[in-house]
Structures are given as structure tokens and as C-alpha cells.
């Protein structure tokens, strides 16, 4: 099982280029940022106020991970989570394939719909319908990512063919991870996600959830031994938890989400050195 970490991506944190090369350095295998494109300023008591202080001037996530590849070799890069339907479509699959050719193949996509007063901000599209269209979404972004005449008619994205380049390296796209949790949300991802990407604090009993995830993508007709699984763990979790997390399936544990001393820049090589000597273990 790797090890990855996710930043806040704020003006306060380290850079992406030197955070990325210290996680390198010391065996941790992806480097992990989410987005808000922005937050209503009438929605702030929906945000844990701990974090919305950071949330509100989180950098952009595509870019960060830009820098973050070129100062790195083998580290992957990810969102954690990307929420595509408050992007343009042309501009994004461009932007992504753009970031995974020029990290060599390296990214990862994860994606989810967001707080609903943000999404309702960027969107006409019904928020009971966000999974339906975040699928179709995806549909027409991996037309995008592999038709050299792209088109997609579907329910909330319909164009006739263009031209969109760069493709991705990685093909047929670069995997996309879903966010989603409840069994509705599940059901409408495992139409299209490559793997999921659950924190553990939103699942309460993750033992309980990774049993339904396993039986919903069987349902689906999906072997969930072939997909992604990655947690992303809250706080400082125990090697013992870390070590459970392997035995539940997970190939990838994210760290660094709500952890001690988060708020403070200065920590964060501190905490990364109490964790890599778990990163050989853990393999």
C-alpha cells in the first residue's frame, strides 16, 4: 500500500514544487490538492470553520500539480477532489491531458460535485442530478481525451465534432476517482470511475463501507479487485489504522487531511518524517 499526502494549497503552505520534492525524497508515492473555485460568501456556515480560511485562497489545483511534476520524477499528482462541473468542459480536458502529458503519464483524477451552494453557483443543472451529470461529464471528457473528431450527445453535454488536443498520455484517460460515498452516489459513479476515493471520516464504519462498495460494483458488473481504492485518512492516524486501511483493500492511504498543526507551514516536514518510515513498511 502507498502513501500519499494532500495539501491545502494556500499561499501559506509550501510551494507545490518544494512540497513535491520532499515527499519524493522521502518514499511517499503521490502528492494530492482539491479545489473550490469559489465559495459563496452566503454559504460560509456550511464550511467547518477551521477550514474556511484556507478553502477561500486554496491556489488552483491543475497548475499547482504542474509545478509540483516538474520538480518530481516519479511522484504521482492528484486531485483530491477536482469538481469538474464548475469547469468549462473544452478548457478542462485540455488543461488535464495538458498535466498528464507533461508529467509523464502521472496524474490522477479525482473528481466530485462539491457543497451544493457552490455548485448552484456555477450551474443551471438540478442538484438531484449531479451524479447523472457529472457521468455524462465524463463521457464526454474521455471523448475528448481519445477521438481525434470528438463528439458526445448526452443528456447535459451535447456537441458536434471538434478538434481537442493534447490527448493525455495515459489512455484511454488518466483514471478517474470517485468521491462519492452514499449508495446512490455510488451507483451513478461505478457506471464511469476507474477507482474511489473515499475519506474515512465521511464513512463512519469503513470496514461496512468498503463491503458496499465492493457489492455495488459487482451489481454494476465491475470487478472492484480492479479498481483504485484510496482512502484519504483525517487527522494523525495510527500505524495500526494505516495497517487495517491495507488489510481492507485500499492501495493507497492520503495523509495530511485535518492533521495537528495543519495551520502551521512549519509542521509539515515534521509530519512527513513521522510517516515515511511507515512507507516501506506499508508496501
Not at 465491475?222 to 481504492?229: E, G, K, L, S, V
Not at 483493500?249 to 518524517?273: I, K, W
Request: net charge negative; no cysteine; proline share 7%.
Amino acid at each position: 500500500m502507498d502513501l500519499g499526502f494532500i495539501s491545502l494549497n494556500t499561499p501559506r503552505d509550501l510551494t507545490p514544487n518544494v512540497l513535491g520534492a520532499e515527499l519524493e525524497s522521502r518514499g511517499f508515492e503521490s502528492f494530492w490538492v482539491g479545489e473550490h473555485p469559489q465559495i459563496p460568501v452566503a454559504a460560509a456556515d456550511q464550511f467547518y470553520p477551521g477550514l474556511l480560511s484556507a478553502q477561500k485562497r486554496m491556489w488552483d489545483p491543475l497548475l499547482s500539480l504542474m509545478m509540483a511534476a516538474q520538480a518530481t520524477s516519479t511522484l504521482r499528482v492528484g486531485t483530491a477532489v477536482a469538481l469538474p462541473l464548475e469547469r468549462e468542459i473544452f478548457t478542462l480536458a485540455k488543461q488535464v491531458a495538458t498535466l498528464d502529458q507533461m508529467s509523464g503519464g502521472r496524474l490522477l483524477f479525482g473528481v466530485g460535485v462539491g457543497m451544493r451552494a457552490e455548485f448552484e453557483v456555477s450551474q443551471s443543472i438540478a442538484w438531484p442530478d449531479r451524479y447523472r451529470a457529472l457521468g455524462d461529464m465524463v463521457g464526454a471528457l474521455t471523448a475528448l481525451w481519445t477521438e481525434d473528431e470528438a463528439e458526445h450527445q448526452g443528456e447535459f453535454y451535447d456537441f458536434e465534432p471538434v478538434w481537442s488536443y493534447p490527448k493525455p498520455q495515459q489512455q484511454p484517460r488518466p483514471p478517474v476517482l470517485t468521491s462519492a460515498t452514499g449508495p446512490k452516489a455510488l451507483r451513478a459513479s461505478l457506471a464511469w470511475a476507474d477507482g474511489w476515493l473515499p475519506g474515512d471520516a465521511a464513512l463512519g464504519d469503513v470496514a461496512a463501507a468498503v463491503e458496499q462498495f465492493r457489492r455495488l460494483a459487482q451489481e454494476a458488473d465491475r470487478d472492484p479487485a480492479t479498481m483504485d481504492m484510496t482512502i484519504m485518512a483525517w487527522g494523525d492516524p495510527a500505524p495500526e489504522v494505516l495497517a487495517r486501511y491495507r488489510e481492507l483493500g485500499f492501495n493507497r492511504v492520503v495523509l495530511g487531511g485535518g492533521r495537528r498543526g495543519g495551520g502551521d507551514p512549519a509542521s509539515t516536514l515534521e509530519f512527513l518524517d513521522r510517516y515515511a518510515v511507515l512507507a516501506e513498511q506499508l508496501s
